[in-house]
């Protein structure tokens, strides 16, 4: 793709690097194809190639139009065009260079200006949002039907107390996350429960904070990287103690695996971001490489496996939890349209309610056709989307493991 940037944008690390994404497309449209936004609405500017257009036209021209920040807004950020793309294209970097601009240099209504600053202000924070939930529940017959399916159910956290490790096989730091700590921690009260049956030491975090990923899919680039510099110091006087990393939300583990690129101008952090970055491990990937034998946990047997687009296009780690569950016992039946998106998205479901809402029926469709008995997937966000639609349960794969008999 041919492109003339100003000058004076070439010369920022950004400039270059939009430069670099827009003359690796190639215009071959073949992105569209797994576009959920593309193939709900068939408008080539709800497609890939049609915003990377959008976006050109918008650093080319310097200036920010209602019709770009409308069709950027659309997008998911699932980033299956990049699973499809045969150039390459980094479309998921070059989307946040397009919002971090939007942000800037374009005026929003008061409402979406509201919106946005409650969500930077109560998802990332644990209280904030265990309060709004609980606040939510008690209207809930006041609320509309969609927003009732919105609201997350209230959690039990397990009586499970982890025991003294003396010898430890290894040591991992577990991350709980914003909404997970607060909406399923039982997920990860799972898995501290498995390996420590496996005589793996869980250190948790109790002000672990946010990994930023929300700020950053809302092109709030000063409040993403305050946040993501914040929770590193967190992590730092710990991250020579442990092997890896673990996070179960993969929503939140496919930013942390970014670190690395996201923090590489801040000076004396871009090392020790580097360093997370690369101890970081999805749930799925961490106990394939610990190998051994699962057990099924749960009486159900059939099970409908959806694989989050955070897991399978950003992270690329979609095979392990099949290839776990399966060996665990459980039959995966026949699913439809695995690539695309369910419509959650993190914000997505309230910024854009009724699309998110058309995918997810389209996503529940596309798992229920073979009548499962429980619905798996791995991430918060999918997990309560489709839980609220859903009418078997939806549940973390990792919750239909159980624990390993003593010597297992």
């Not at 690097?17 to 194809?33: D, I, K, Q, T, W």
């Not at 257009?53 to 950027?72: F, N, P």
């Not at 039982?186 to 930023?212: F, M």
């Not at 999805?282 to 059939?302: C, I, M, N, P």
Request: aromatic fraction near 4%.
């Amino acid at each position: 793709m041919q492109t003339s940037l100003p000058e004076t944008y070439l010369a920022t690390p950004e400039g270059q690097r939009a430069e670099s994404v827009l003359r690796s497309c190639v215009h071959c449209g073949f992105c569209n194809a797994t576009c959920p936004t593309y193939q709900l609405l068939g408008d080539e500017l709800d497609g890939p190639r049609g915003r990377i257009y959008l976006i050109k036209e918008m650093l080319e021209q310097d200036a920010a139009s209602d019709v770009t920040g409308r069709h950027l807004d659309r997008c998911l950020t699932c980033r299956a065009c990049e699973t499809t793309c045969p150039s390459g294209v980094a479309y998921g970097e070059l989307l946040e260079i397009g919002r971090n601009y939007l942000e800037a240099n374009r005026p929003r209504s008061f409402r979406e200006r509201f919106l946005r600053r409650w969500l930077l202000r109560v998802v990332p924070n644990p209280g904030a949002f265990a309060f709004w939930s609980s606040l939510g529940r008690l209207a809930k017959p006041f609320l509309s039907a969609r927003l009732r399916r919105q609201l997350p159910a209230r959690a039990r956290r397990s009586s499970f107390v982890a025991p003294e490790i003396e010898n430890p096989a290894g040591t991992v730091l577990l991350l709980d996350g914003c909404v997970q700590r607060t909406a399923t921690p039982a997920v990860n009260d799972t898995l501290e429960r498995l390996l420590a049956a496996r005589q793996i030491r869980v250190l948790r975090l109790k002000d672990e904070g946010c990994c930023g990923g929300l700020a950053l899919h809302l092109g709030e680039e000063a409040a993403a990287l305050a946040t993501m510099t914040a929770g590193l110091d967190r992590i730092v006087p710990v991250l020579d103690q442990v092997d890896a990393v673990i996070s179960t939300a993969s929503g939140c583990g496919v930013t942390l695996k970014d670190y690395g690129r996201l923090l590489a101008q801040d000076g004396a952090r871009s090392r020790q971001a580097q360093a997370l970055a690369d101890k970081i491990m999805d749930v799925g990937e961490y106990l394939t490489a610990l190998g051994g034998d699962w057990s099924r946990a749960s009486e159900s047997t059939r099970v409908a496996l959806h694989l989050p687009c955070t897991l399978q296009h950003g992270q690329r780690q979609g095979s392990h939890p099949s290839v776990l569950l399966e060996a665990a016992g459980y039959e995966l039946v026949a699913t439809r349209d695995d690539h695309l998106c369910c419509g959650s998205a993190g914000s997505y479901a309230l910024l854009q309610p009724e699309l998110s809402e058309t995918l997810g029926e389209n996503k529940l469709a596309a798992l229920s056709g073979e009548d499962p008995d429980v619905i798996a997937t791995a991430n918060v966000g999918c997990q309560m989307h489709l839980g609220g639609l859903a009418g078997v349960p939806v549940r973390h794969w990792v919750e239909l493991l159980a624990v390993p008999e003593a010597g297992g």
